[in-house]
């Protein structure tokens, strides 16, 4: 059964860090594309970042450009979502999904995604 599983969630305050890790079973992690999604109270889900199957491509939303960075280790079935410098507007769940692309391509596109976890909320707050 393929699961994904969000930890690393949390309260911080505005300017720290956290990092989040989506361990995923069930599949063979090699083969998909890895995204990362955020969904504030009353507002859609939208792509926060993601990275390739090969790991050698990464997109970002521009509201994270160079205050996120993704990442993976595939013999850990993990991928990484390191944020720094949080801001309130961070503030929301935070989910990782899976979509089977074993390319140098990946997506930020909520609805091209099969597989999804439960979530961990993240709030930036002073």
């Known amino acids: 059964q393929l699961q994904l599983v969000e930890s690393g969630g949390g309260l911080v305050q505005p300017g720290g860090s956290l990092r989040l890790s989506c361990v995923v079973s069930?599949?063979?992690?090699?083969?998909?594309?890895i995204g990362w999604f955020r969904q504030a109270p009353g507002k859609e889900r939208e792509g926060v970042s993601c990275i390739s199957s090969t790991g050698g491509s990464t997109n970002y939303a521009d509201s994270v450009k160079g205050r996120f960075t993704i990442s993976r280790d595939n013999a850990k079935n993990t991928v990484y979502l390191q944020m720094n410098s949080l801001k309130p507007e961070d503030t929301g769940v935070y989910y990782c999904a899976a979509k089977y692309l074993p390319s140098r391509r990946c997506t930020t596109i909520v609805t091209e995604y099969n597989y999804w976890g439960q979530g961990t909320q993240v709030t930036v707050s002073s």
């Open positions: 069930g599949f063979i992690l090699d083969y998909y594309a």
